[in-house]
């Protein structure tokens, strides 16, 4: 707490550790609903020093589909200029099996395999022979940290074939070291000592149970489990929304470095 311009500057001086790449790429997948484009917003919101809208969310809270329909890109803004990180956004996930993004598809898309602004098809995931695919991607293209994005509030009533879903994205890519975290999202909504004060989130008896039951559902250890607030309704930024936000952040892109770091030394 209170060093918000420290993780700013930090963070607005990254350097990539590849010499051929210049731009770290991240993707996010999770649930509907959860806010994965909010928290995308939320990061440049705090770089920007006012509330963004870059990537589109849905308001309507009890809807059952997802509101990004196809893999997006948004690069990460501060105040003088594009950063050095990409997200790669993508659509929510169901627990039914032909709704929803396909974990295969997520697959493609952490690899480099799919096309940006391809438009997911929730029956049936991408082919190899879609003008949609590609086969042979730069290195640029493929994303160096997977963030799954939970809702604190509802994952204890997850489905489990939602959590079967994410599970098999993590097994799929563990050989490959890349670095999978998880954002748990609305955790003043989740802990009534937390809405009142965001700085209790760490002390919090209720966020830690909540994401001990992440770590246990998915598989993700507790030291890569960075429980924030997203911007929803404000209209002006906050310092303790914005620490919990770049505190995630600043995790999330030294784990991608690091993962590209090995890739360089191969």
């Known amino acids: 707490w209170g060093q918000k311009e420290e993780l700013k500057k930090s963070l607005e001086g990254f350097s990539v550790s590849h010499p051929d790449i210049k731009c770290i790429r991240i993707l996010v997948a999770g649930q509907i609903g959860a806010g994965k484009s909010s928290f995308i917003n939320s990061?440049?919101?705090?770089?920007?020093?006012?509330?963004?809208?870059?990537?589109?969310?849905?308001?309507?809270?009890?809807?059952?589909?997802?509101?990004?329909?196809?893999?997006?890109?948004?690069?990460?803004?501060?105040?003088?200029?594009?950063?050095?990180?990409?997200?790669?956004?993508?659509?929510?996930?169901?627990?039914?099996?032909?709704?929803?993004?396909?974990?295969?598809?997520?697959?493609?898309?952490?690899?480099?395999?799919?096309?940006?602004?391809?438009?997911?098809?929730?029956?049936?995931?991408?082919?190899?022979?879609?003008?949609?695919?590609?086969?042979?991607?730069?290195?640029?293209?493929?994303?160096?940290?997977?963030?799954?994005?939970?809702?604190?509030k509802t994952i204890e009533l997850t489905d489990t074939r939602l959590i079967d879903k994410l599970r098999i994205i993590r097994h799929r890519i563990r050989d490959t070291r890349i670095p999978q975290v998880i954002v748990m999202t609305k955790v003043d909504e989740a802990c009534l000592l937390v809405k009142n004060d965001l700085k209790k989130v760490y002390t919090s008896k209720m966020i830690k149970k909540k994401m001990q039951v992440c770590s246990d559902m998915i598989g993700v250890p507790l030291n890569c489990i960075f429980p924030v607030k997203n911007y929803q309704d404000e209209?002006?930024?906050?310092?303790?929304?914005?620490?919990?936000?770049?505190?995630?952040?600043e995790q999330i892109v030294n784990l991608a470095n690091d993962r590209l770091r090995e890739v360089a030394s191969n």
């Open 43 to 152: 990061v440049n919101s705090t770089f920007q020093g006012r509330i963004t809208s870059g990537a589109l969310v849905n308001t309507n809270s009890v809807s059952s589909h997802s509101f990004t329909n196809r893999i997006t890109t948004h690069r990460v803004r501060g105040a003088d200029g594009d950063l050095p990180f990409i997200w790669t956004d993508t659509m929510g996930l169901k627990t039914e099996a032909m709704e929803g993004s396909q974990p295969e598809d997520i697959i493609k898309a952490i690899y480099g395999h799919v096309k940006e602004n391809c438009k997911f098809n929730t029956e049936e995931p991408l082919d190899h022979k879609s003008e949609d695919y590609v086969s042979d991607p730069l290195l640029s293209n493929q994303a160096f940290c997977l963030v799954y994005v939970v809702d604190s």
């Open 235 to 249: 209209i002006k930024i906050n310092n303790d929304v914005d620490v919990l936000i770049l505190t995630a952040f």
